[in-house]
């Protein structure tokens, strides 16, 4: 081939790839950030004669005061009727955000819920560089200045809707002749979690006992299997956000592995095993609003019995 051909085919090749390129984040931004999805999973973690458990799983909505999709798409999850909502924060990236996002969940706030905070439930998104996700989390920087979002107003909303506040703390619940014992952590990725104030082992007498925290370390998820607790929910991740066709998610914005940055696995400690579930979450930072090969999504988790058992 002449050097003109080859300088041809190269430069012919270089626009493709830009094509290619462009139509990609062309996709990410307008299209599948928006593609909200509803995810089905079954865990058999309940007694034997336990009658299943529908657990709506919420995370990062980041919401922003504008972004009317996203409020109605999430407002319209009541028709699932849940018996238990599970928020594990992230809620919103605005000031303005918190009625926005009472809004948004709506009649939810009438069922049965728990919620733990993330970062941005007390710190508005700022603009840096994305390659900073390619660091190890203990390398990240985190903001030293005092929370600037409304965080007591919407804990105050959560709550006063008969929402139970788990951030470093414990609650039982009575849903569907279950008791469930919950417990759940401050974001462990700001570094708010103080798992001995809930330790301990769990109580036989529970149904289930659920542990919830926003991040998933390993150092809180090894606190939860370590006392005992079958279930641990989780968000954090937005499952890597932009992730390789047939590969995965490259990053998963803490210390769990890339293999469980988003969905059901499991998680062992010291000879025990736990269902972890960690939350893709519905949104992303203002600042980088886009999402590959890796929707949206909120989570129906129907909890039935142990394998082996089943109504009695």
């Not at 504008?66 to 919103?92: C, F, H, M, Y």
């Not at 508005?124 to 030293?144: D, E, M, S, V």
């Not at 974001?187 to 109580?203: C, L, N, Q, S, T």
Request: aromatic share 8%; glycine share 10%.
């Amino acid at each position: 081939m002449s050097f003109r051909g080859l300088a041809a085919t190269t430069l012919k090749t270089a626009a493709v790839v830009t094509a290619a390129g462009a139509a990609c984040v062309g996709y990410a931004a307008a299209i599948e950030v928006r593609w909200f999805t509803l995810r089905r999973v079954t865990v058999p973690v309940l007694p034997v004669g336990a009658a299943p458990l529908k657990v709506l799983h919420l995370s990062d909505l980041h919401l922003m005061p504008s972004q009317e999709k996203k409020i109605r798409w999430v407002n319209d999850l009541a028709r699932l009727e849940p018996d238990l909502i599970v928020n594990t924060g992230d809620n919103i990236s605005h000031p303005d955000s918190v009625l926005p996002l009472l809004r948004a969940y709506g009649a939810l706030l009438d069922v049965p819920g728990v919620f733990v905070f993330g970062s941005n439930d007390y710190w508005k998104p700022h603009f840096k560089n994305p390659a900073k996700y390619l660091l190890p989390a203990n390398k990240q920087r985190h903001k030293p200045h005092g929370p600037d979002l409304p965080f007591e107003e919407m804990r105050s909303a959560f709550t006063g809707a008969g929402w139970a506040d788990l951030n470093n703390a414990r609650t039982s619940l009575k849903v569907n002749g279950l008791r469930l014992d919950l417990a759940g952590t401050d974001d462990p990725h700001i570094k708010r979690d103080r798992y001995a104030d809930v330790a301990g082992e769990v109580d036989p007498a529970a149904d289930l006992s659920i542990g919830v925290t926003h991040a998933p370390y390993q150092r809180v998820l090894n606190g939860f299997v370590g006392d005992g607790y079958p279930l641990v929910l989780a968000g954090h991740t937005h499952g890597g956000q932009l992730a390789v066709p047939l590969y995965g998610a490259l990053v998963t914005n803490c210390d769990l592995d890339t293999s469980r940055v988003k969905g059901l696995s499991t998680w062992g400690y010291e000879g025990r095993q736990a269902a972890l579930h960690v939350s893709a979450g519905l949104g992303t930072s203002p600042y980088a609003p886009v999402r590959f090969a890796c929707r949206p999504e909120a989570t129906l988790l129907t909890l039935v019995a142990r394998a082996g058992e089943g109504p009695g």
